[in-house]
Each structure stands twice: as structure tokens, then as C-alpha cells.
């Protein structure tokens, strides 16, 4: 995960319990890897 986060120049946000928008950050963060994740897939197995 480490690497893929250094490939895309991003890094991990943690934060407390206190501080909603850290975790709406976070959620979007993971979106869009999922979303890169999903990408990368379909055109992998996309014949050409």
C-alpha cells in the first residue's frame, strides 16, 4: 500500500475522533485509490 501511495504522491491522514472532516478525507482517499485500483484492472484485462 506503501508504495502505491509513493507512486501517486499521497500520503496517509490519521486523525482523532474529534475531527470528522481528517475521516471524510480519509474516506474520499480511499475512494479514489479503490477507484485507481479498479482502473488499473479493467484495462489490464481489457483485451486491445
Do not use: H, Y
Amino acid at each position: 500500500m506503501s508504495n502505491m501511495l509513493c507512486a501517486f504522491d499521497d500520503r496517509r491522514v490519521r486523525g482523532c475522533d474529534r475531527c470528522p472532516w481528517i475521516k471524510v478525507q480519509v474516506e474520499r482517499a480511499n475512494q479514489i485509490i479503490k477507484w485507481i485500483i479498479d482502473s488499473m484492472l479493467i484495462t489490464i484485462n481489457t483485451p486491445s
